[in-house]
């Protein structure tokens, strides 16, 4: 590792990057371009994730072409892999753990994860979640190689320090893609549901019509497997850590596409019995993509800008349509109570009006309300 001074100096260029606010590829661009001039590493994955379901989605990731030759099984191996996964680390006392100390060096007795990466001359990766009290916003693995000595306390400590401010940059990252209807790209309305049929092994098995368009919104995997999105990788291995119990979060997640607008992805069993009307013990999964509905992009928002849970209360119900006096009386408080909630959103999101707020959180044309703030 650096020296001291320069492991001071380079936490400091970190936090302040991320104070500083940004685009979420950029920032994770700068900030492993400082970790690479300070730790080293060979190859790294860095996705953002759902807050909620803490599945994958705009994946950023260097490895070896072997690898990214086998990302479908190596995703699939990754989601079902219990050691150091990040949605466990997220609760952890530390949000940083070690291949190398969580297995004793012992890779390849792990499983099929570990196995992977062993056969592929990785040594050691530290992996590091990115979250908070309103959920889990991203995860960073940095791989070293067989000759490379493992990743030490020190590294690791360092890793853990910058955690707290990438997290809050993060999560304002998110939160400005709600604003981002001066996107200058041309987003047209999005295409109808598409779905996608897949095996077990993440090969598609049949598609709508309508799949290619969504595809094409999202963002692509490297190599071989560039005509899926690792985003359908995610969800379809997070359904089967569901099913391997390793984690309970749901199989979905909300992406942002650019210009305001999310899609919603979803995986979930087929009900596929086989010619006598058998159940089959495997049968193929659904991976649903749509525009996000505005409950489920809600969800996205409301933790994005950090509100409390009865401002979240309070946002749902003027959503759901009720006046303040309704709105206070099914919240149990007083009118002037719930005036003071929507004060405080109004503090957080930089927008002064319910309207405005409602048209940022569920999607619409906000420029057009003259609510946003100078």
């Known amino acids: 590792m650096a020296t001291s001074w320069t492991v001071n100096r380079s936490r ?9 606010g940004g685009e979420d590829h950029e920032l994770r661009a700068a900030a492993l371009a400082e970790m690479r001039r300070t730790l080293g590493f060979s190859a790294y994955a860095w ?21 990214a030759a086998r990302l479908p099984q190596l995703i699939k191996a990754k989601y079902t892999s219990p050691v150091n996964r990040w949605t466990a680390l997220s609760t952890a006392p530390s949000p940083v753990a070690t291949l190398a100390g969580t297995t004793g060096g012992a890779l390849s007795r792990r499983g099929p994860f570990e196995g992977m990466l062993r056969s592929y001359g990785v040594g050691d990766i530290v992996s590091v979640v990115y979250a908070d009290q309103y959920g889990i916003w991203s995860w ?4 070293r190689g067989s000759d490379d000595p493992p990743f030490s306390d020190a590294e690791t400590g360092f890793l853990a320090s910058l955690a707290p401010a990438i997290t809050t940059g ?10 981002s209807y001066d996107d200058e790209r041309h987003t047209p309305p999005p ?15 049949g598609q709508t019509a309508s799949a290619e368009q969504w595809l094409g919104l999202l963002q692509r995997s490297p190599g071989p497997n560039s005509a899926i999105p690792a985003e359908v990788y995610n969800v379809v291995g997070q359904l089967l850590a569901k099913e391997y119990r390793v984690d309970v979060h749901a199989a979905a997640a909300r992406v942002h596409i650019g210009g305001g607008q999310w899609a919603a992805l979803r995986a979930a069993r087929m ?28 969800g996205v928002f409301v933790r994005s800008y950090g509100l409390t849970a009865r401002e979240r209360q309070a946002l749902a119900l003027l959503a759901a349509g009720l006046e303040n006096e309704q709105l206070a009386r099914r919240m149990g ?3 002037y109570t719930a005036q003071d909630h929507f004060k405080s959103i109004f503090v957080k999101t930089g927008v002064h009006s319910r309207s405005g707020v409602l048209a940022l959180a569920l999607g619409g044309n906000a420029r057009d309300d003259a609510a946003f703030l100078p």
């Open 47 to 67: 996705p953002l994730s759902d807050p909620e379901t803490a599945t994958g989605v705009a994946p950023m990731a260097q490895v070896p072409e072997d690898v």
């Open 140 to 143: 960073l693995d940095l791989w």
């Open 271 to 298: 009900d596929s019995p086989d010619s006598t009307g058998t159940p089959v013990a495997s049968p193929p999964v659904a991976v649903t993509i749509q525009e996000c509905p505005p409950a489920a992009r809600l």
């Open 333 to 335: 408080i007083a009118g």
């Open 191 to 205: 295409p109808p549901q598409a779905v996608l049929v897949m095996d077990e092994e993440m090969r598609v098995l």
């Open 170 to 179: 993060f999560r304002r990252s998110r939160a400005a893609q709600f604003r």
């Open 12 to 20: 400091e260029r970190i936090e302040t990057l991320f104070r500083s």
